[in-house]
Every structure is written in C-alpha cells, then in structure tokens.
C-alpha cells in the first residue's frame, strides 16, 4: 500500500511538473505579418471616422463604439458591427460608412479587450463579451429591430451570441466570413497564417480549469500576425480568457443549432483564412443549412473593404 502511494505521489509530482511546463514554455510563438490582412488598410479611406463614444458596462468599464447615423432616408433598422480577432471598431469604418449612406443606423463596437474598451488582450471571466452587448443594448436603446454583424472571429462570436440568452436582442445576423472551429473543415491551418497558438499552453490551462484553478487564465495563448509598426493600434495576443469567448463554443454545432433569429453567412471565393466554398456544405452537415453568400473575386479581408464585398453586405442586410 505504501509502495503504491509513493508511486502514484511521484507520478502525480511529474505530471504536475509536465504541466506547468506546458504553461511557462508552452505560449505562441512569433509569427511573421501577414501582408494579405494589413495592406488593404493602408489603402483604405479612414476620412470621416467618427469620434469614440463610450458606455458603462456592469462592471462600471467605460467601453467604447462608433455611431454612424444614417444617411438619407432611413430604414429603420440598426446594425451593430463587431471587428475581427485582434482588430477594433475603426477598422469596420468603410463597411460601416456604406451600410450608413445605404440608410442603417450603425455603431461599432470595440469589443472588450481591443481598441478603447478596457485592458487589450483579457477580460475577466468568459461570457463578459455577451454581457457587454446586453448592456450596449440597454444603454443605447433603438426603436426598431437590430441586426448583428460580426467579422472573422466576431463572425463566429455572432454565432455564439446568437445560441446564447441574449440572443433575442437581435432578430438577424450577418456571419461575415466566420470562425466556427479550429478542426471544422472550413478552417485552414493556423487560419492561413494569421495566428500562432500555443497549444501545450492552451491545454495545460483547459486542464487546470477543469481542476477549478482559474488563476493562470491571464496567460497569452494566441498570437496574430502582425506588422510591428501598428502593434499599438491591435491586440497582439489573446489570454486564454479572451481566446474562449470570442469564438463559437467549443461545440460550435450546438450553437448552430441554438442559435435565434435569422442567419446569413457571407464569404469572399478568395478568402486565405478559411475555405470559403466549404461553408454550405459544413453547415449543412452541421444540421442547420444557411443561406450562404459566396463573393466572387474577394479576399478575407476584402469583406469589409473591398467595394465587391460591401456592396453584398448593403444587399443581405436589406
């Protein structure tokens, strides 16, 4: 009995070593900048770009968006824009600025943990995203129906949004070329580049919190690829808190499945993150088919840029 004690109190002491190996070693490496996401920016007209407002969330943090009334006659809907993974609310300024003068109300939100609103790279505890747009939704009341719209990674949290309680908030949502799951059969390996994951690190973390140690959730477990020179502008990298919410649940299907209101799907045929010609057949298979939107010619990025792909967003948010 004795023998077998000792044994299993070594053994425990050397996986407990492995693993907080994993979390001191384990991070994402470097990545190089990935020129197909920030050159189009640099091209891009910022003229007009609003000035920051700002709401109190329940935690009392000062979060910020963007307002761009409409333009001309209204139609008495609101979009509500959510940025891509390390991005923030300007960086939609040219999607936002069309989807205006096509007669939307529309704000867009530097989610928490990016541009203005809060600390850059964490958050507290994971469904502080959702929270955050129930209390934008409160705070910043509208007549009529909304709409979310969410890009890249907020594509996909549109989707976890959408399966969530404040999922009534909206009756439609526009998944703009979105994450749904790092192993589904849209995504390609480390999304084309653009992300370094420190996977020894990410399961060390999913395996402490599963013990209820929650302490080390700080950490940075993915790094995107960006130029240096703007780093300041971004988010660099995400803590295993922030990586977990902004993003469908691990169980993406589920939240397919769950989710509210009515679904669109909008890619580029171009797209060098995700497969794009591979996401009716992966939501169908998933068991919710959606109405999916394949523009010709356009780019990831080129969703919220490229006058091609504008242009199909003014039309499936009408």
């Given amino acids: 009995m004795k023998r077998t004690m000792t044994t299993l109190t070594v053994t425990a002491a050397f996986l407990l070593s492995l693993m907080l190996m994993a979390v001191w070693l384990g991070g994402p490496r470097p990545v190089a900048r990935m020129d197909s996401i ?12 609003p000035t920051p407002s700002h709401f109190a969330a329940r935690d009392g943090t000062a979060l910020a968006f963007l307002r761009y009334p409409a333009i001309g006659t209204a139609l008495n809907r609101r979009l509500v824009l959510v940025h891509g993974s390390s991005s923030r609310a300007r960086s939609m300024h040219v999607l936002a600025r069309a989807l205006a003068q096509a007669g939307f109300d529309v704000v867009s939100l530097d989610m928490r943990g990016h541009g203005d609103s809060g600390p850059r790279g964490h ?23 909304s709409t ?7 594509g996909g949290f549109t989707l976890r949004l959408a399966a969530s309680a404040q999922g009534r908030l909206f ?36 395996v402490l919190n599963t013990l209820g140690i929650a302490s080390l959730n700080h950490l940075p477990v993915m790094r ?3 130029d240096a020179g703007i780093q300041s502008e971004l988010t660099p990298s995400y803590s295993h808190t922030l990586a977990d919410n902004f993003r469908p649940h691990m169980d993406w299907r589920a939240d397919l499945l769950a989710a509210q209101g009515q679904l669109q799907v909008l890619a580029g045929s171009r797209d060098e993150v995700f497969i794009a010609e591979r996401y009716a057949d ?22 919220t840029l490229d006058p091609r792909g504008i242009a199909a967003v003014v039309k499936a948010a009408q």
């Fill in 38 to 49: 920030h050159q189009p920016f640099a091209r891009a007209d910022f003229s007009g770009l």
């Fill in 123 to 145: 958050i507290a505890y994971v469904g502080q995203l959702e929270d955050d747009v129930a209390d934008f939704m409160q705070a910043q009341p509208y007549a009529g129906p």
């Fill in 148 to 154: 979310l719209v969410g890009f890249s990674s907020g």
């Fill in 171 to 206: 009756d439609r949502y526009l998944l703009l070329s979105p994450f749904l799951h790092h192993q589904s059969p849209v995504t390609r390996p480390d999304a084309g580049g653009w992300v370094s994951v420190g996977l020894p690190r990410l399961v060390a973390l999913n």
């Fill in 224 to 226: 995107f690829a960006l």
């Fill in 282 to 303: 992966t939501l169908a298979q998933a068991g919710r088919p959606l109405p999916v939107t394949l523009v010709d010619g356009v780019d990831h990025i080129g969703m």
